[in-house]
């Protein structure tokens, strides 16, 4: 077996498109992230960005198991003494409705260069509009 080196130049890049309305938040990250790493091509290598773009629409409307619209709280703290934040999803979702989406997302990547490169390849949107019509995107099923 030989390992196959390919130059970003020869990388070819498509645009896929996953609507999350009613699909389960987790799985929804779970496919956007696979593509984002490029895991689902033949000549995929962990230290490269291999992936392709992803478009997810309706991402405020993808639903959650159980009682997580309440039990589910995101953190911040403003780094000053008594400045945690603490936020539960369905606050979470009125505030920035595509946030849950992104957090979930960016967990699933690597974490260093190459996560947060890979991460710019993802756009999320609340809404059925998006202004990537242009690319052509391919319509994932989950």
Do not use: C
């Not at 999350?20 to 938040?25: I, M, R, T």
């Not at 799985?27 to 490269?48: D, F, S």
């Not at 392709?52 to 309440?70: F, P, Q, R």
Request: no cysteine.
């Amino acid at each position: 077996m030989k390992t196959i080196f390919v130059k970003p130049q020869s990388i070819e890049k498509k645009w896929y498109l996953i609507v999350a309305e009613g699909k389960n938040l987790g799985r929804v990250a779970v496919a956007a992230a696979r593509i984002l790493r490029g895991k689902n091509k033949v000549e995929y290598v962990p230290h490269q960005d291999m992936g392709d773009y992803v478009i997810i629409i309706n991402a405020a409307k993808a639903s959650v198991t159980g009682n997580k619209m309440e039990d589910k709280i995101y953190y911040r703290h403003s780094m000053y003494p008594g400045g945690l934040k603490a936020e539960s999803l369905e606050k979470m979702l009125q505030r920035k409705p595509t946030y849950p989406m992104e957090h979930a997302i960016k967990g699933m990547l690597p974490h260093g260069r190459l996560g947060r490169k890979l991460f710019t390849n993802v756009k999320i949107y609340a809404g059925a509009e998006h202004p990537h019509m242009a690319q052509q995107p391919i319509a994932v099923e989950i």
